[in-house]
């Protein structure tokens, strides 16, 4: 065995002073002193690369080495703290770009997630040869040690003046476990750190989380509300057949919903612009020129334009919140609310203001407004067909008794009805006689044929109270004047002249001149508030549309001219003068 193995098997306190005289003692005080310093000065810092700097600048101090490097790494390659002094950086690269290949090599024993039990600090190589494979060639000393699933090196090259003693080995590895001690201190202290962090990270998730779900029971408290004030608001209105409460609870309840101070339900019909209004907290005065046009074109508008609330879906109601918008339609601009179509010849609006939030209706309101809307229209509708029931029986009641009176008149005419045919007999042979008589027609005969007419149609509308009109009232009408189809042609292709279809809607649907307006008489007042109310009256408009049984060109006409119209002319020929000259149309 060699002197310096047998100076590494002696204890470190336990050297003989009188054996070794050349200050052996001495040198292991400095390395106690070196150990305790090193201690204290590890025990300050808290990183792993700042404790391995420190560390290899002691051990580089302590044994008078020249070079010298710290490799920390875990059981995954990953490196977690590096060191080097004096090595040339070519002969390091190992160590900083492929820490995963030494792993393998000397720790191939340490496995990711599998921490193997600690080891203390022991020499893997001593000598004068060149050094360990993957390490710098200049490592004379290379100690190694194991820590749970990380694995470290510390290397030192040749010292200044002689080579490295058992008790410099002795020191180095007392050097390294300090070392070691207070690296696995200083991970320990990082993963308390992460998990501290963690559980910040996962305390401010938690945070959020339980924001999240307050906020979410928030909404779904206020859901609720909503869903309950539709089921209320249904429940209201379901059992009233006036349409004028309908209007008024309805009114308080949406009013109540959306906590509002001030709001108004507007009804409109057509034909007349018949209104009917109902307000609360504000004055009627304040609606003075809302009109039922005006709201029309506020109702087409939002129907066709496909903006807000457009009646998406095929719904007859949306919302109007644009103060620009509700102006237009002499609504006040501080009051948005809903629009809304019951039929064809009725809609209206709910505007709302005042409200105790100043923002605007969130997608829960909006949602209310429209569904207890869409519920009121069907209420409202059939408040509508239960009082047009009461109107039609008290019609039908009036009707039965004019039939009664009628009946009894007729009764009582019936002598005069014989009196008349007697007369009528008399009046036939009388005219027999004549004509035999003269042989030959004459004016007289033509004069005395149409006083008997005059005077059987006189008496038939004293017996029936309906009557028929003696003469057609197209008779009393000045004629209008016609165009002929290719002229016509002609002003539509220029855009002078606006085309108007005056038949009923399902002919229209067969088939129609491209681009025309159908204007039916039955719905005259209605479709042209809606189509052509803000038509030029100096523009020339041609009408078509009339058949052998009803001319329907004529009429719409007349109509048209009766609404300030200028220049309206009939289609001369109608559709199939049209069709005949080649000239398009749509199915």
Same mark, same amino acid.
């Given at each position: 065995?060699?002197?310096?193995?047998?100076?590494?098997?002696?204890?470190?306190?336990?050297?003989?002073?009188?054996?070794?005289?050349?200050?052996?003692?001495?040198?292991?005080?400095?390395?106690?002193?070196?150990?305790?310093?090193?201690?204290?000065?590890?025990?300050?810092?808290?990183?792993?690369?700042?404790?391995?700097?420190?560390?290899?600048?002691?051990?580089?101090?302590?044994?008078?080495?020249?070079?010298?490097?710290?490799?920390?790494?875990?059981?995954?390659?990953?490196?977690?703290?590096?060191?080097?002094?004096?090595?040339?950086?070519?002969?390091?690269?190992?160590?900083?770009?492929?820490?995963?290949?030494?792993?393998?090599?000397?720790?191939?024993?340490?496995?990711?997630?599998?921490?193997? +039990?600690?080891?203390?600090?022991?020499?893997?190589?001593?000598?004068?040869?060149?050094?360990?494979?993957?390490?710098?060639?200049?490592?004379?000393?290379?100690?190694?040690?194991?820590?749970?699933?990380?694995?470290?090196?510390?290397?030192?090259?040749?010292?200044?003046?002689?080579?490295?003693?058992?008790?410099?080995?002795?020191?180095?590895?007392?050097?390294?476990?300090?070392?070691?001690?207070?690296?696995?201190?200083?991970?320990?202290?990082?993963?308390?750190?992460?998990?501290?962090?963690?559980?910040?990270?996962?305390?401010?998730?938690?945070?959020?989380?339980?924001?999240?779900?307050?906020?979410?029971?928030?909404?779904?408290?206020?859901?609720?509300?909503?869903?309950?004030?539709?089921?209320?608001?249904?429940?209201?209105?379901?059992?009233?057949?006036?349409?004028?409460?309908?209007?008024?609870?309805?009114?308080?309840?949406?009013?109540?919903?959306?906590?509002?101070?001030?709001?108004?339900?507007?009804?409109?019909?057509? +034909?007349?612009?018949?209104?009917?209004?109902?307000?609360?907290?504000?004055?009627?005065?304040?609606?003075?020129?809302?009109?039922?046009?005006?709201?029309?074109?506020?109702?087409?508008?939002?129907?066709?334009?496909?903006?807000?609330?457009?009646?998406?879906?095929?719904?007859?109601?949306?919302?109007?919140?644009?103060?620009?918008?509700?102006?237009?339609?002499?609504? +006040?601009?501080?009051?948005?609310?809903?629009?809304?179509?019951?039929?064809?010849?009725?809609?209206?609006?709910?505007?709302?203001?005042?409200?105790?939030?100043?923002?605007?209706?969130?997608?829960?309101?909006?949602?209310?407004?429209l569904t207890a809307t869409g519920?009121?229209?069907?209420?409202?509708?059939?408040?509508?067909?239960?009082?047009?029931?009461?109107?039609?029986?008290?019609?039908?009641?009036?009707?039965?008794?004019?039939?009664?009176?009628?009946?009894?008149?007729?009764?009582?005419?019936?002598?005069?009805?014989?009196?008349?045919?007697?007369?009528?007999?008399?009046?036939?042979?009388?005219?027999?006689?004549?004509?035999?008589?003269?042989?030959?027609?004459?004016?007289?005969?033509?004069?005395?044929?149409?006083?008997?007419?005059?005077?059987?149609?006189?008496?038939?509308?004293?017996?029936?109270?309906?009557?028929?009109?003696?003469?057609?009232s197209s008779w009393s009408r000045?004629?209008?004047?016609?165009?002929?189809?290719?002229?016509?042609?002609?002003?539509?292709?220029?855009?002078?002249?606006?085309?108007?279809?005056?038949?009923?809607?399902?002919?229209?649907?067969?088939?129609?001149?491209?681009?025309?307006?159908?204007?039916?008489?039955?719905?005259?007042?209605?479709?042209?508030?809606?189509?052509?109310?803000?038509?030029?009256?100096?523009?020339?408009?041609?009408?078509?549309?009339?058949?052998?049984?009803?001319?329907?060109?004529?009429d719409v006409a007349a109509l048209?001219?009766?609404?300030?119209?200028?220049?309206?002319?009939?289609?001369?020929?109608?559709?199939?003068?049209?069709?005949?000259?080649?000239?398009?149309?749509?199915?």
């Amino acid at each position: 065995m060699t002197a310096d193995m047998e100076s590494a098997a002696q204890p470190l306190f336990c050297r003989d002073a009188d054996g070794d005289p050349s200050g052996a003692l001495a040198r292991r005080l400095f390395q106690l002193q070196t150990l305790n310093e090193a201690s204290f000065e590890l025990s300050r810092l808290a990183s792993a690369q700042e404790i391995a700097d420190s560390f290899l600048l002691t051990a580089m101090g302590a044994l008078g080495a020249v070079q010298g490097f710290v490799l920390v790494m875990t059981a995954a390659g990953v490196r977690r703290a590096l060191s080097i002094r004096g090595f040339p950086e070519a002969e390091t690269a190992g160590l900083r770009d492929d820490p995963g290949r030494i792993m393998q090599t000397y720790c191939s024993g340490v496995k990711p997630g599998k921490p193997s +039990p600690p080891s203390r600090p022991h020499i893997l190589f001593a000598g004068k040869t060149s050094g360990p494979m993957l390490f710098p060639s200049g490592t004379v000393i290379l100690v190694k040690w194991v820590m749970d699933d990380e694995c470290g090196f510390v290397g030192l090259g040749p010292k200044i003046k002689e080579a490295y003693s058992g008790e410099d080995r002795d020191f180095l590895i007392s050097l390294t476990a300090t070392f070691q001690h207070f690296l696995g201190r200083a991970f320990f202290i990082e993963e308390i750190h992460r998990l501290n962090a963690d559980l910040q990270s996962g305390y401010a998730e938690l945070q959020d989380s339980l924001a999240a779900s307050r906020r979410l029971g928030k909404e779904l408290d206020r859901r609720v509300y909503h869903l309950r004030a539709v089921n209320d608001t249904v429940n209201e209105l379901s059992g009233l057949l006036d349409s004028g409460e309908l209007m008024q609870r309805f009114l308080l309840l949406s009013m109540g919903a959306v906590s509002a101070a001030r709001g108004y339900l507007a009804l409109f019909s057509q +034909p007349g612009e018949q209104r009917r209004l109902v307000c609360r907290g504000m004055e009627e005065a304040v609606l003075a020129e809302a009109s039922g046009s005006r709201i029309s074109r506020l109702v087409t508008r939002m129907l066709f334009s496909g903006g807000q609330g457009g009646g998406s879906g095929g719904l007859r109601r949306g919302l109007a919140v644009d103060a620009e918008v509700l102006t237009q339609a002499g609504l +006040p601009a501080d009051m948005p609310g809903v629009w809304f179509v019951v039929d064809d010849s009725r809609f209206g609006f709910l505007g709302l203001g005042d409200r105790l939030t100043p923002a605007a209706f969130d997608p829960l309101e909006c949602d209310f407004l429209l569904t207890a809307t869409g519920a009121f229209t069907v209420f409202l509708r059939n408040a509508g067909l239960y009082e047009e029931k009461n109107r039609l029986i008290d019609n039908l009641a009036a009707q039965n008794r004019e039939l009664q009176e009628t009946l009894d008149c007729l009764t009582r005419s019936r002598q005069e009805v014989d009196v008349l045919k007697a007369a009528k007999q008399r009046i036939t042979e009388l005219v027999r006689c004549e004509m035999d008589r003269v042989g030959r027609v004459s004016v007289m005969d033509f004069v005395l044929i149409l006083c008997v007419s005059l005077a059987i149609g006189i008496l038939f509308n004293s017996a029936n109270p309906s009557g028929v009109g003696l003469l057609p009232s197209s008779w009393s009408r000045p004629a209008i004047q016609a165009v002929d189809p290719s002229l016509a042609r002609s002003r539509l292709d220029q855009g002078a002249a606006v085309v108007v279809d005056a038949r009923p809607r399902e002919f229209f649907e067969m088939k129609h001149i491209p681009g025309a307006v159908n204007l039916p008489l039955s719905l005259f007042d209605f479709v042209y508030g809606m189509e052509m109310a803000d038509l030029d009256p100096a523009r020339e408009v041609v009408v078509y549309g009339g058949n052998i049984s009803r001319r329907y060109d004529d009429d719409v006409a007349a109509l048209l001219i009766e609404r300030g119209h200028s220049d309206v002319k009939v289609l001369s020929g109608g559709l199939d003068a049209w069709e005949k000259r080649g000239f398009p149309v749509t199915p």
